[in-house]
């Protein structure tokens, strides 16, 4: 299930400006890694350039090489949408589909993919919202909005959504930045089930939330603004939180800088 | 405490000892009122300057000026202005209602009279001068398929070029095609009238109908496409574009082709809005008079079929009847504009619960 993402050199543009520069670096299947770093670092773009999200920006572009299993996700006969449901991603902000009712949000992947038949689109949304810590607490409204849900039970509903369509990377752009302690603990411990099966890359500006749930840890930063973003370290979470090989990481882990 | 939040100010506003403060009583405003319309009608009748409409209107601005000058007294500057602020809204609030109040109970008076069950089963067929009956019915059958046709011919592709615009559009077409939307926004009826007689009626029809131009309701619902296509496409475009970027990102993240995203998530997420653009594209189709008269031609008697001869439709029934010589064309008027209204009421409010947020907006 779980794959092996790889980066080779991956330089992200908005137009004309350089928002990352030659990325390097490989995340095992069944792993977490968090990619941690000040805020315009590049981060995200990176995040997003792994599964294709970046290039929906009006004059985004991607060069370089970024590989699922060696496809690499940016050759020319590759589709996206393919692409997509391999690589799912989890939102900064929870974002349900307003006009669905949480179950319908839940199948939304499948459903929109194709899929009809009742009692598998019912099967997927119990297995997703179990794997998500969410079935005992809306088994008894399936029929109700989603966006009637808390926001920490928001989250977890896309989590969810993203899960039931079973993709092999599961992409989390900062999913607990707008959520409660409680929430957040809960989407942790939810990293830590999920990490059985998929392969996770989290974005976080919350440190302990990256020493705590992540395997590997990616550092990234910025010379000063409006230089492209690059990647200072990658190692072992516990070896960048306790002894990292670069002056940089280890200012800004203990809060010398940015 | 505050000191630093102000102190670009010379001295920081005194703190006020208590949080409480002197108010008005609550009978304050009504007495001012009161007093306010008894003083405005000695004036304007003691000097007898004027009527009714005087005294109200001397009476609003007297209130004001006593509202104000009593809340300054007592309850201080800001209450003061705020009260005043207070009721010149109520009153633009009044002076926006009065007119389409009065609309509604002139046309419910007046259109009344001929309320009958003749008037909604017979045309104004082989009706004379001196015949007091007569209806409508033929008007009402025009109105419903031309503005039906228009609305259908309408709707698919106002709603496909918006969604053009704003999801696929790119560059100088995409440009070009909102700047003449724009455009013909702007169109007069009587031109989209002249514009579908000349190239319709006068080249087209006589295609279909061996090689004599021929009036038809299609022609109206030609015409009356013209006028509708710029209010839906701007408002669905507006409303798409309201649509928020993430749950467009959310759909795509699912692996989610973009065509089925717009579908399924994008439009049913803006559909009120866009039904509302409709309704209101539909209102100002179903009242248009001078292209139904250019290419339809107007008529007496029932037509159903849109696609041959002379139709009528409710307007022009209206604008006919409003300029009929007889006695009894007026009161068929004022019947005919109630029935438009109530027609062009119903069919919003139909759309409305059609289209609210079904089962989910409970």
């Known amino acids: 299930m779980a794959k092996r993402v790889s ?51 009006p004059g985004a572009r991607v060069e370089g090489s970024l590989t699922i299993d060696d496809q690499d996700i940016y050759d020319r006969d590759v589709d996206v949408t ?9 939102f900064q902000r ?44 809306v088994k008894d409204r399936l029929g109700k909005p989603g966006a009637g849900l808390s926001g920490g039970q928001q989250q977890r509903l896309c989590i969810a959504r993203t899960i039931a369509v079973e993709p092999q990377v599961v992409l989390m752009d900062e999913p607990c930045s707008a959520l409660d302690p409680i929430s957040t603990l809960a989407i942790e411990d939810l990293m830590f089930q999920l990490k059985d099966k998929f392969t996770i890359i989290i974005v976080t500006h919350n440190m302990q939330q990256a020493a705590r749930v992540s395997d590997r840890t990616a550092f990234f930063s910025i010379e000063k603004t409006g230089d492209p973003g690059r990647l200072i370290e990658y190692d072992n979470t516990q070896k960048i939180f306790s002894n990292p090989s670069v002056k940089k990481t280890e200012d800004y882990i203990t809060g010398r800088f940015g | ?49 004027g009527g009714p409409v005087l005294v109200v209107v001397l009476g609003a601005i007297l209130y004001l000026v006593g509202l104000f000058a009593a809340a300054n007294a007592v ?43 003749n008037f909604f089963q017979t045309s104004m067929n082989n009706i004379g001068a001196r015949d007091a009956n007569g209806g409508a019915y033929h008007a009402i059958v025009g109105t419903l398929e031309q503005v039906g046709i228009a609305t259908l011919i309408t709707v698919p592709l106002g709603v496909l070029c918006a969604i053009y615009i704003v999801e696929y559009g790119r560059g100088k077409f995409a440009f070009a095609i909102r700047f003449f939307v724009d455009v013909m926004t702007g169109i007069p009826s009587i031109v989209s009238g002249l514009f579908v007689l000349a190239f319709w009626v006068l080249i087209v029809s006589p295609w279909f109908n061996d090689g004599r131009p021929s009036f038809s309701g299609f022609a109206a619902a030609l015409a009356l496409s013209v006028l509708m ?12 574009r309201l649509v928020p970027a993430p749950l467009r990102e959310g759909a795509y993240a699912l692996g989610v082709p973009k065509w089925k995203t717009i579908l399924r998530v994008v439009l049913p997420t803006a559909l009120p809005g866009i039904v509302t653009g409709v309704m209101l594209a539909i209102a100002r189709a179903a009242g248009e008079t001078a292209p139904v008269l250019l290419v339809a031609g107007g008529g007496a008697a029932i037509n159903t079929n849109p696609f041959e001869n002379n139709q009528s439709s409710l307007s022009l ?21 109630l029935t438009l209204v109530a027609l062009v009421l119903i069919l919003t409010i139909a759309a409305k619960l059609l289209a609210r947020r079904n089962r989910l907006s409970r």
């Open chain 1, 7 to 57: 980066a080779s050199n991956v330089t992200a543009y908005y137009g004309g400006f350089k928002a990352i520069e030659n990325i390097n670096l490989t995340v095992e299947p069944k792993t977490v890694t968090a990619l941690i770093g000040p805020s315009g670092c590049g981060k995200s773009t990176f995040l997003r350039s792994i599964n294709r999200m970046h290039e929906v920006l």
């Open chain 1, 82 to 90: 393919a692409v997509r449901r391999t690589i799912g991603m989890v």
């Open chain 1, 94 to 137: 929870p974002n349900p589909f307003p006009t669905m009712s949480i179950f319908e949000n839940v199948v939304a992947g499948l459903k929109l993919n194709g899929v009809r038949k009742k009692s598998i689109l019912e099967d997927a949304a119990e297995k997703a919202l179990r794997a998500a810590n969410l079935w005992g607490e």
């Open chain 2, 1 to 49: 405490m505050t000191t630093t939040a102000t102190s670009h100010r010379t001295r920081p506003p005194a703190q006020p000892d208590s949080l409480r403060a002197k108010r008005l009583p609550w009978y304050a405003a009504p007495a001012i009122a009161v007093a306010a319309l008894a003083l405005s009608a000695v004036l304007v009748y003691g000097t007898s300057i």
């Open chain 2, 75 to 117: 309850e201080g500057r800001r209450s003061a202005r705020n009260r005043t602020w207070s009721a010149l809204i109520h009153s633009a609030f009044v002076l926006a209602v009065l007119p389409l109040v009065s609309v509604v109970w002139t046309l419910v008076s007046k259109g009344a009279d001929r309320l009958d069950v």
């Open chain 2, 229 to 240: 296509l710029p209010t839906i496409v701007r408002s669905t475009e507006e409303m798409l």
């Open chain 2, 317 to 337: 029934f209206v604008y006919q009847q409003a300029g009929d010589a007889s006695k009894y064309a007026p009161a068929r008027a004022w019947t005919a504009a």
